[in-house]
């Protein structure tokens, strides 16, 4: 296993790595593992790893895992990079790219981080996970705690999460919790619990969890052939996955396998957008969103765990947050379906609409190499797709029918 550390990233007080730990127990900021980069690449490419097809396991010399053959895994990572061709001629740009993380077992980027930290789960010898969630780790967790044959608990906030997401974690046989509440009273509860009932929380201050989720960079700049992409939207909730994706894309460089890193563009449905209105307002400290609210239930977050990791990430980046409204998401959901043949989840289209309005508002240089992050399947939500479109046209079983709705077609 590669050497690393569990660090508070405020004040750099080591945690010991071997017991369950979320926040810095001196001053109760995030932790983050820091792997030893030299050694990592020593031994990726003692390991051969730029043979091996894409996946998250393929960068194992860089995941801080015991042993990564014991991995609980159902084949996560190797997404789709999509070149947007017909983006491209409708936005006028000359390199865009979707990768697609809803092409992840479970229908999301969770898969990455769960994979890992389910594994550490049982290296630790926990026996009950737990998370809060807007939907997608909770489908995610309950997967491979069924995978590892451990018991699962999620709480989610009631009547706010999207159907497919709910479907998924009740069938893979989770304790499902429902509050009368958002998702930040829900993951207020899970971190009290954990300590008091001795339960892994998975959520995305689990440091572990971000290091299977930064390998979507990594995975990238293989996908881009060792080079970064210039710009990269992502969407932003509780901020762990733009913090992630820094972290892999400056890993991945100064271990020398891309070459440079990209600008972040943190993207924030208006109703939720904490960490946009510090960057609009230029502050420095985070003011929840009492009440979030947006279409995109994934990232109805008003009190983001990681403000201070993402934050942190995005502006070393060069980049900023920004927001888009829910018209903007819907919008660009539909341009992705009938354009690229992609369906996301609303959250999962918010990083295009993002970019398309730095498009209109002249932010972003039209040659530059752009990925989007499309971080969830749309067919987790399928009441909001059915919701925008004109319903199927019901006909009598006969020809005669079939040519008079088809205009005359065939005829
Ligand atoms: N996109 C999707 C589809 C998500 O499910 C989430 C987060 C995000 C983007 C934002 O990622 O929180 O790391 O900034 N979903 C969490 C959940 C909160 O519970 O499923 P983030």
Known sequence: MVSFEILCIECGTSHDPSRPAYACSSCGNLLEARIDEAEAAADLAEGGHSERPLSVWKYREAIPIEDATQAVTIAEGGTPMVRC???????EVHNLWIKFEGANPTGSFKDRGMTVGVTKAIELGMSVVTCASTGNTSASLAAY???A????AVLIPE????????????MHGADVLSIKGNFDQALEMVMTAAEELGMYVLNSVNPFRIEGQKTAAYEICDQLNGVSPERLYIPVGNGG????????????????????????????AEGAAPIASMFSEDRSELIPVEDPETVATAIRIGNPANWKKTVAAIKESGGSASTVTDEEILEAQKFMARLEGIFPEPAGAAALAGFMKDLDEELVDRSSVVVCVSTGHGLKDPDTAIAQCAKPRVIEPTMEALSRMLGGAGE
Not at 242 to 268: H, N, V
């Open 149 to 152: 044959n451990l018991d699962c």
């Open 241 to 268: 996955n733009s913090a992630a994706y820094w972290k892999g894309f400056r890993e991945y460089d100064s271990m020398d396998l891309t070459s440079g890193c990209p600008l972040i563009r943190g993207i924030q």
């Open 85 to 91: 061709r017909r983006l491209e001629e409708e936005l």
């Open 145 to 147: 705690a069924a995978a």
């Open 159 to 170: 009547g706010k999460v999207a159907m497919g997401k709910l479907a998924q974690a009740m």
